[in-house]
């Protein structure tokens, strides 16, 4: 292994799709920044599974993400039928994690926010600010750009440098633009972040612990946002896939390193 390189974190695969297995992620990513290892994470949740079993491009980019955490209680479970107890990692619990950080480290690792509609990001980020004072953030920008906005928030990323780069929009959009852009910061940490912008700007609201304790996160989502109930549909299907491939797959090879 060279210098540059990290201790991989062990996997184990969903349906076709890796997930690393960890108790704490926070020490593996610092790691890296503090080396300068660039690292895409990708947060897997029941959802993307389904729809990477057939999009071969996200399936593509989840396999060559550096990093595929559990954030849906759908991998949790899943992981539970073949004897692996793992404990859940929101995306939103990530995203939070790397701001804190970023924090602390007394602005030693610049973050960008990207995503969102416009008032949303800016009360994003002023909350982060007004409770982080040592953060520093280079960049915020919301996602409805035009081609031109487009190139020019690419310039700026390019040129602040940023150590941590938190993308909001939406699954595949996001995985998809951060494959297409790792490039401009390859030492950074470029995560998927989904709707966390919306709940950090207080216009969502996010499940109360105890809904969180049972697992039911996905519904209480449903119950804020009704239109997302035909995304949910995949929950199910995910449930009886990977029940399935329980009784009849083969996983005797699945837990491995990197
Ligand atoms: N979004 C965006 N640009 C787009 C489409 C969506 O910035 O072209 C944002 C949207 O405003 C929202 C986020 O992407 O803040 C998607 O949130 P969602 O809850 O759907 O993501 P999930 O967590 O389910 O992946």
């Given amino acids: 292994m060279s210098e540059r390189e990290s201790t991989p974190l062990p996997q184990f695969k969903i349906l076709g799709q ?9 020490p593996w990513l610092l790691d890296r920044l503090q080396r300068g290892i660039g690292t895409h994470v990708v947060t897997m949740n029941a959802e993307i599974v389904i729809q990477a079993t057939h ?9 060559n993400a550096d990093l595929v955490t559990p954030d849906g209680s759908g991998i949790i479970m899943a992981l539970k039928l073949h004897g692996i107890t793992q ?6 619990d990530l995203g939070e994690d790397l701001i804190r ?18 008032q949303i990001v800016q009360k994003a980020a002023q909350k982060w600010q007004t409770e982080l004072p040592n953060l520093k953030i280079v960049g915020i920008e919301h996602g409805y750009l035009d081609t031109e906005q ?3 928030l690419l310039h700026q990323i390019q040129s602040t440098q940023p150590k941590i780069i938190l993308v909001a929009l939406g699954m595949p959009r996001q995985e998809i633009w ?3 852009n790792f490039h401009l910061c390859p030492q950074a940490i470029w995560i998927g972040v989904g709707g966390s912008f919306d709940v950090w700007s207080g216009v969502k609201n996010r499940a109360p612990q105890y809904i969180r304790n049972l697992d039911l996160e996905w ?4 119950a804020q946002e009704p239109s997302r109930w035909r995304r ?4 199910p299907q995910f449930a009886i896939l990977a029940i399935l491939e329980r009784l009849w797959g083969k996983h005797k090879d699945k837990l491995a390193p990197n």
């Fill in 219 to 222: 519904l209480y989502r449903i």
């Fill in 87 to 92: 404990p859940r990692y929101a995306g939103i």
């Fill in 232 to 235: 949910a549909l995949a929950l």
């Fill in 55 to 63: 999009d071969l491009e996200l399936s593509t980019i989840i396999h």
């Fill in 178 to 180: 951060i494959r297409d």
């Fill in 101 to 118: 950080l970023a924090g602390e480290a007394d602005r030693e690792y610049p973050v960008f926010l990207y995503g969102g509609k416009p």
């Fill in 150 to 152: 487009q190139a020019k």
């Fill in 18 to 26: 890796p997930v690393h297995l960890s108790k704490d992620y926070i």
